[in-house]
């Protein structure tokens, strides 16, 4: 290889390395604010100072979360980038048809979990007063892992039949989000529901289905 060449290379490497601390830290920021306002204390203060309007919480949450989200993916988009593998036909088939996999599989634990409490519809016909406590799902997908919306779309995530630097670093950075995000989530679990929770943590994987409990 000639000097041009290495110094290409290293070019290449140092600008993909830059590339993935500036996705890492965009999406942390993502995250942190994310949960932030998904947190008990930002609820309890969001419902004192909304009072009736409350009910509007989750819905302008949903929205500023995807909007907050676009600035985040734009960069792998915006900054230098190149291709890692792209799957030919007839090997990106397989590849795709894991990705409808995922997305159903976190479709269908959505339409599980509520997909009318998620979105912040059923919120609307509640106060805060008659809404009562949240039911814990432990039967259908949520028998298998604790967090199968975020399986599903981990999996959808890592079989898509192109991958560059970019993709990847933001796809490292949603994985690493989804797993300490549903730590956080775990911690409001069991603050709700104690034992009954910690129990079903204790027998159910988090992440992967396993006849051992893993991420």
Not at 22 to 51: D, P, R
Request: proline residues 6%; glycine residues 6%.
């Amino acid at each position: 290889m000639t000097t041009n060449g290495v110094e290409s290379e290293l070019m290449n490497t140092m600008q993909a390395i830059l590339n993935l601390i500036l996705i890492l830290l965009a999406t942390a920021i993502y995250g942190l604010v994310h949960s932030l306002l998904a947190s008990s204390g930002a609820k309890k203060l969001a419902a004192a100072w909304m009072g009736p309007a409350y009910n509007w919480y989750r819905i302008a949450y949903n929205i500023f979360a995807f909007i907050s989200l676009l600035p985040v993916l734009a960069l792998a988009v915006i900054l230098p980038d190149s291709v890692i593998y792209n799957a030919p036909f007839p090997w990106d088939i397989p590849l795709v048809l894991l990705q409808l996999i995922g997305a159903s599989f976190s479709f269908a634990a959505s339409m599980q979990t509520g997909l009318g409490t998620l979105s912040g519809i059923t919120q609307l016909t509640h106060t805060p007063s008659t809404a009562g406590k949240d039911r814990l799902v432990t039967d259908g997908f949520y028998r298998y892992v604790r967090h199968p919306i975020y399986t599903g779309a981990i999996l959808f995530l890592w079989t898509s039949p192109q991958l560059t630097f970019n993709a990847m670093a933001l796809k490292a950075a949603f994985t690493l989000y989804f797993i300490i995000g549903g730590m956080v989530e775990e911690m409001k679990l069991v603050a709700e529901f104690g034992d009954v929770y910690r129990a079903y943590r204790m027998k159910t994987p988090m992440l992967i289905p396993w006849p051992k409990k893993s991420i």
